[in-house]
């Protein structure tokens, strides 16, 4: 047995680390010694840690857009402002296009983000997902200054076509979002697990940064039209620093050599899968339901059967979340709470709705790092958990929100503390039950 390659003078060669890694498979102890091998490599090779940190900024440019467009809700209730949005005593009637911007929009929105991944999987082979993200931020980089340059123009009169213009590019837009999210995940899983977790949690601060980006924007500019056009100046320019990010990632030794072992990864990976399920399945169900998901003699019947409790999970989680995010609790109001007016006109949304929400979604997605309860192999626990987010469905209503003039609901939760909190409690459940399903 020839000896492995070790690291001389603080150097690593990889072409030797490559001729040891195709011994150290043969090994009885190989998959202990593959994981050492992976630690060493990154550490020495992968200098400063840029590309594991550069997946985070993948994760913000994954859902960027998303965010962007929902976040602004002042901005978008002031250019669909129509003459008789104000009745004659003075009092505030949202029209039609107010009311429904983000019915519109998530619908639209999630719909094309559905189908675009399920169209990225029948790609032909010659398109590299580098590439295909590279589109993809490119795309948003030129969207969103068109989105900007739209918002700089005087709307009056023409109010119905500015809101379908904008809905136009956000579908587009997210379009686009959804192959670098796709991409973004491709090239994380051909990487390894480390980064695919920083490329979730940098989805989660997305959230974030689009709230703090707008109530700075605002802050600054003052109205919320002047503040709607330089926070989507602010998302160009992001997204040009992720292309950029992007094709400097994309050129590095570090990247070229994880692709350039990828197919030889894969083949190993399938071994240890296979290893796993002979040595532990009649132990650990989960570990055995895995590895059958993982098996390619699984009929797609067969495939269903054995993670329905995931897609019940993603389908619930998703479900109720658009349900009532942002189209419901954006249109909360303040209520019992003596807060001044322009805190209730310019800031409530923005901090009681958006901040809290994004924050609350980021905890919740950390929280599985020391919590992951249900556990994967407890069916029933997993559709209990699931089903009872269907709770926030029934009581977002019930707050203090703008409601349409036929509208009979009583409020039932007019203090804003409530509804802040019934606003923490969907994001978090929302973070802990996508991340946990990907962990799944």
């Not at 330089?230 to 094709?247: D, P, V, W, Y």
């Not at 994309?250 to 692709?259: A, C, E, R, V, W």
């Not at 989960?286 to 590895?291: D, E, M, P």
């Not at 469905?393 to 509804?419: E, K």
Request: charged content about 15%; overall charge negative; hydrophobic content about 45%.
């Amino acid at each position: 047995m020839t000896k492995v390659d070790v690291i001389e003078d603080g150097e690593f060669d990889f072409d030797k680390s490559a001729r040891s890694a195709k011994i150290v498979r043969n090994l009885p102890f190989h998959q202990t010694v593959r994981r050492i091998m992976r630690d060493i490599e990154e550490t020495f090779h992968d200098k400063y840690r840029y590309v594991t940190l550069s997946f985070y900024v993948y994760g913000l440019a994954g859902l960027m857009p998303w965010n962007f467009y929902i976040t602004p809700e002042n901005y978008w209730n002031d250019k669909l402002t129509t003459n008789d949005t104000f009745s004659p005593d003075g009092s505030f009637t949202p029209n039609w296009m107010q009311n429904f911007w983000q019915n519109f929009l998530s619908i639209l929105c999630t719909g094309v983000v559905f189908l675009s991944s399920i169209l990225l999987q029948f790609r032909p082979q010659s398109w590299s997902k580098e590439n295909l993200l590279s589109i993809g931020v490119a795309v948003s980089v030129v969207l969103f200054i068109a989105t900007a340059v739209v918002g700089i123009f005087d709307n009056t009169g023409w109010e119905v076509q500015f809101f379908w213009i904008n809905l136009a590019l956000g579908t587009v837009l997210n379009a686009f979002c959804s192959v670098v999210q796709n991409m973004g995940m491709a090239m994380a899983g051909s990487l390894g697990e480390t980064y695919v977790r920083n490329l979730s949690s940098g989805q989660g601060f997305a959230g974030i940064f689009a709230a703090l980006a707008y109530m700075i924007n605002l802050c600054i500019a003052g109205s919320p039209t002047s503040a709607g056009i330089s926070f989507f100046c602010t998302a160009g320019a992001f997204a040009l620093f992720a292309l950029i990010n992007h094709l400097c990632v994309i050129k590095t030794d570090f990247y070229k050599s994880k692709m350039l072992d990828e197919p030889n990864s894969k083949s190993s990976d399938a071994e240890l899968v296979s290893d796993a399920s002979s040595e532990g399945s009649s132990q650990d169900p989960a570990r055995s339901r895995t590895a059958s998901c993982n098996s390619g003699s699984s009929s797609p019947q067969s495939l269903i059967w054995t993670i329905h409790p995931e897609l019940f999970m993603s389908f619930i989680t998703l479900f109720v979340t658009l349900s009532v995010f942002p189209g419901v609790a954006a249109s909360g109001f303040i209520g019992i709470f003596n807060g001044t007016k322009i805190f209730a006109e310019k800031w409530f949304v923005p901090v009681c709705t958006f901040l809290v929400y994004n924050i609350g979604d980021t905890i919740g997605r950390l929280m599985t790092n020391f919590c992951q309860v249900p556990s994967r192999d407890s069916t029933i626990s997993i559709y209990l958990v699931s089903a009872l987010r269907l709770i926030f469905i029934v009581l977002f209503p019930l707050c203090n929100v703008q409601r349409m003039p036929s509208a009979t609901l009583p409020t039932l939760i007019s203090s804003d503390i409530g509804y802040a909190v019934l606003v923490l409690l969907l994001a978090i459940s929302n973070g802990y039950l996508t991340t946990l399903r990907e962990v799944f």
